[in-house]
């Protein structure tokens, strides 16, 4: 009876071993695994948008050349494409770039609306060709803005969790900003034929 009782004990033993070892392997290995996953999604997604503002930086010297064929007096315009390149292609940080992006965004809605009173232009096919590719680009970086802003969002909520935090704040894990339009970026150019 003896040898019986000090088996089940022994077992019991064992099963809250495997049990408590089990939970810590889980907690020290699993957690801190999932944390990296998370937070490489969200450089790759990051490297992703970098590709796609690049492609769009440069696809605009031949947008600008274009229209300088037809429309070389619409001096301010390049000027203001060019620095907003330059400070957007200077960007270090995510917040940077969002800067950069807004003024290069402005700056082409402005470019467009200038093509508005140059009817050759719109119909010149290279003009035409460079335009779709550039629509093109757009569409590509909001669909990566949408997949960084996902994968943030959810790296953001794995290191909240509170199971998470302790592991998340001694790793040095912190919590990424969304890739978000500025309020002047919502703010449609006005387009007057007057």
Same mark, same amino acid.
């Given at each position: 009876?003896?040898?019986?009782?000090?088996?089940?004990?022994?077992?019991?033993?064992?099963?809250?071993?495997?049990?408590?070892?089990?939970?810590?392997?889980?907690?020290?290995?699993? #957690?801190?695994?999932?944390?990296?996953?998370?937070?490489?999604? #969200?450089?790759?997604?990051?490297?992703?948008?970098?590709?796609?503002?690049?492609?769009?930086?440069?696809?605009?010297?031949?947008?600008?050349?274009?229209?300088?064929?037809?429309?070389?007096?619409?001096?301010?315009?390049? @000027?203001?494409?060019?620095?907003?390149?330059?400070?957007?292609?200077?960007?270090?940080?995510?917040?940077?770039?969002?800067?950069?992006? @807004?003024?290069?965004?402005?700056?082409?809605?402005?470019?467009?609306?200038?093509?508005?009173?140059?009817?050759?232009?719109?119909?010149?096919?290279?003009?035409?060709?460079?335009?779709?590719?550039?629509?093109? @680009?757009?569409?590509?970086?909001? @669909?990566?803005?949408?997949?960084?802003?996902?994968? #943030?969002?959810?790296?953001?909520?794995?290191?909240?969790?509170?199971?998470?935090?302790?592991?998340?704040?001694?790793?040095?894990?912190?919590?990424?900003?969304?890739?978000?339009?500025?309020?002047?970026?919502? #703010?449609?150019?006005?387009?007057?034929?007057?």
């Amino acid at each position: 009876m003896a040898e019986k009782k000090s088996f089940s004990i022994i077992a019991v033993l064992a099963v809250l071993l495997v049990v408590i070892g089990g939970g810590l392997f889980w907690y020290f290995i699993k #957690v801190p695994n999932k944390i990296v996953v998370l937070h490489e999604q #969200v450089s790759a997604m990051e490297a992703e948008i970098d590709n796609q503002l690049q492609r769009r930086s440069d696809l605009i010297p031949n947008l600008v050349n274009t229209v300088k064929g037809y429309a070389s007096q619409e001096k301010e315009i390049f @000027t203001q494409i060019a620095e907003a390149r330059s400070k957007l292609a200077g960007g270090n940080s995510l917040s940077e770039k969002m800067e950069g992006n @807004t003024e290069l965004n402005s700056a082409l809605s402005r470019l467009l609306v200038i093509v508005e009173n140059y009817p050759n232009l719109k119909s010149d096919a290279n003009f035409r060709s460079l335009q779709d590719q550039l629509e093109g @680009t757009e569409n590509r970086l909001a @669909t990566a803005r949408r997949d960084y802003n996902l994968a #943030v969002r959810n790296y953001n909520i794995m290191i909240k969790k509170k199971i998470y935090k302790g592991i998340a704040d001694k790793e040095g894990y912190s919590e990424k900003p969304l890739f978000s339009a500025s309020e002047a970026s919502k #703010v449609l150019p006005e387009v007057n034929f007057d």
